[in-house]
């Protein structure tokens, strides 16, 4: 049985990086960056007013008590202007007229004299004002031409804020995985309105799949539904090939039972299979191949922690690596529920983490771990990961933990 590590090695070295295309920056959500982004213009694009106040010229400083008549008003939108010297009222994010540097809050002055129109005229500080003070500088943020955002990056609201503040429409990405999933088994109900005869179950794979494979950012071409033969199993398999899937995720069919006819059917298919059982818990007897002309087929256990744990640890980094990010930095915790996994197995375990006084991470191994259950799933925060070689671990130990999902972040609550 191969171990994780070469499994992953394995997979990795036939999932290439996607081709880039162009997309719309207001489509981008979720979206992965194929090139880098420069900014094509500053940011502030000039200089600018931080308070709503007066604007000055101030080469040395001017003095609390100081009097200066106001010679304009310069509000958000209006183009440069010239001083001519004196104060100019002035609007938070307003262009500073050309020759003054420095502004002066409204409410650190105040108003001498005024037009019957409300116009200010004359002004005193009450505070001293020296060159700079609340203005914000062209290209403080953002250089004109900088790199602003690499490639690999996720695109996210706050990168979008970035990308729409530069005045981007378009950028490179990465096209998404195209993925297709069949569940296999003729117990399984597809329509949740149609009552279940005996022996049949709802497939919950199918929706759990959809569902991650979008958090992860993939395009689901597919969830269908296949019976338990292999006809019906390779019939599907090219439905993906004629839709140009990247990537076939299965459920179900892949162990040792009589109806467990998927190595056979990819064999029959001429795949090259990667791997079939993984040294691991839950999901052991996942397989791994590659059709010829595509896609890579990853055919997980039906059991649904199985389904889960596949998903999270192997079609996840196949993911990224077809979108260019790479490996997933793996954080710890600090072990709370001493642990006997067997020995020669990596252990997936579902579990609660909570943050202590002093901000140290803690996960809380769930009682309930049977690859059955669905319910411990929905209470979990996410995965704690003992590998083959982790031995007794007594509580207090420091492991590695992923998020629920792939495309989330853990989850950081206190104790309580
Ligand atoms: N003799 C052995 N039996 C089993 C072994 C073994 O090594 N020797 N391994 C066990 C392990 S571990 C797992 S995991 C399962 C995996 O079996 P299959 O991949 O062949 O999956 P199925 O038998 O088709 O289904 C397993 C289980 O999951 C349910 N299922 C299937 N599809 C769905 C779906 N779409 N939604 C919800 N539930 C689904 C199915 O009804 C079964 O209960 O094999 C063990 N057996
Ligand atoms: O490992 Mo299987 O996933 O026990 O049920």
Redesign the pocket.
């Known amino acids: 049985m191969i171990r994780y590590g070469d499994a992953i090695a394995r997979l990795l070295a036939v999932a290439a990086r996607l081709p880039a295309e162009r997309c719309a920056v207001r489509d981008a959500q979720g979206r992965v960056l194929a090139a880098p982004v420069c900014s094509p213009i500053a940011l502030p694009s000039f200089d600018h007013a931080a308070m709503d106040g007066y604007a000055l010229a101030a080469p040395e400083p001017l003095e609390a008590g100081s009097e200066h008549a106001v010679h304009g008003s310069q509000a958000a939108g209006d183009a440069a202007r010239r001083a001519d010297g004196g104060a100019w009222e002035i609007m938070t994010g307003a262009r500073m007229p050309d020759d003054l540097d420095a502004v002066i809050a409204v409410e650190r002055t105040e108003l001498l004299e005024s037009a019957p129109d409300g116009t200010p005229l004359r002004i005193r500080l009450r505070d001293e004002l020296s060159e700079g003070q609340n203005v914000r500088h062209a290209g403080v943020d953002v250089a004109h031409g900088a790199a602003v955002l690499d490639t690999g990056t996720s695109l996210q609201p706050a990168q979008l804020m970035l990308l729409a503040a530069i005045g981007v429409a378009e950028v490179e990405v990465v096209r998404r995985p195209r993925v297709m999933v069949i569940?296999?088994?003729k117990?399984?109900v597809v329509d949740p309105r149609q009552s279940l005869v005996d022996g049949q179950?709802y497939?919950?794979?199918?929706p759990y799949l959809a569902a991650a494979l979008a958090l992860a950012g993939a395009q689901v071409l597919s969830c269908e539904v296949v019976d338990d033969t292999a006809i019906t199993y390779a019939d599907a398999l090219r439905r993906a090939q004629q839709a140009g899937a990247d990537l076939v995720v299965s459920?179900?069919?892949?162990?040792?039972?009589r109806y467990?006819f998927v190595p056979d059917a990819l064999r029959r298919l001429g795949a090259n299979e990667l791997f079939h059982k993984v040294a691991m818990r839950?999901?052991?007897?996942l397989l791994a191949a590659t059709l010829p002309e595509g896609p890579l087929v990853m055919a997980l256990?039906?059991?649904?922690m199985?389904v889960a744990a596949g998903m999270r640890f192997f079609v996840a980094p196949v993911l990224r690596a077809m979108l260019g990010q790479g490996d997933e930095p793996p954080p710890h915790a600090v072990l709370d529920t001493p642990q006997q996994p067997k020995a020669g197995l990596r252990h997936f375990l579902r579990a609660t983490f909570a943050l202590d006084a002093d901000g140290r991470l803690h996960a809380r191994v769930m009682s309930q771990q049977q690859?059955?259950r669905i319910l411990p799933f929905t209470q979990a925060d996410g995965w704690v990961v003992l590998d083959e070689d982790a031995g007794d671990c007594a509580a207090g130990r420091i492991v590695q933990v992923a998020s629920l999902d792939a495309g989330t972040a853990l989850p950081l609550h206190p104790f309580h």
């Open positions: 569940g296999t088994g117990e399984l179950i497939s919950s794979n199918g459920t179900g069919a892949v162990s040792m039972g467990d839950p999901g052991k007897p256990p039906g059991t649904p199985a690859p059955f």
